[in-house]
């Protein structure tokens, strides 16, 4: 049987492969392209909605990602016999910001700017969960980079 409380699990599965380097969009590594998107429209936090497959930027390339996600979410829920109307919402939170100090960072990126990523879902009983990390990337930049194909 279901249980609310089994969205923790959700919720550290995801935002765990979210912020992990197999995590693509369109053959690159989609926190450095939220990265690239924030700072080109000089904001410090992008919201993905998970539920709307939509983000706070609208650009095309992160609510393909958006959209990514929320299907990954629907297949997390489905294993778990958790129906998606127990969601009120579910948000993806990106924060690019220096203001963050002496953390723990996850991962083993030792290059670039701190980032905190966190994944919130309000039920529809109104109960929050929240599941954080905090990672270094750097901006997209396709001379740098690789593209998977």
Not at 8 to 19: E, P, R, S
Not at 111 to 139: A, M, N, P, W
Request: proline content about 1%; overall charge positive; charged content about 25%.
């Amino acid at each position: 049987m279901a249980r609310r409380k089994d969205l923790k699990n959700i919720l550290q599965g995801i935002v765990g492969a979210f912020v992990s380097r197999n995590n693509d969009l369109n053959g690159y590594w989609a926190i450095g392209k939220i990265y690239k998107a924030a700072v080109d429209h000089k904001i410090e936090i992008v919201h993905l909605d998970l539920l709307g497959s939509s983000s706070s930027l609208g650009t095309a390339e992160i609510n393909q990602l958006a959209q990514i996600w929320s299907e990954k979410l629907a297949t997390e829920l489905a294993k778990c016999n958790i129906p998606k109307g127990w969601l009120r919402t579910a948000k993806m939170t990106c924060e690019f910001t220096t203001d963050v100090q002496n953390i723990e960072v996850s991962g083993i990126y030792p290059v670039g700017d701190l980032g905190k990523y966190t994944f919130e879902i309000i039920t529809d009983i109104g109960s929050t969960y929240s599941q954080s990390k905090i990672v270094k990337c750097r901006q997209h930049d396709a001379s740098r980079e690789q593209k998977r194909k």
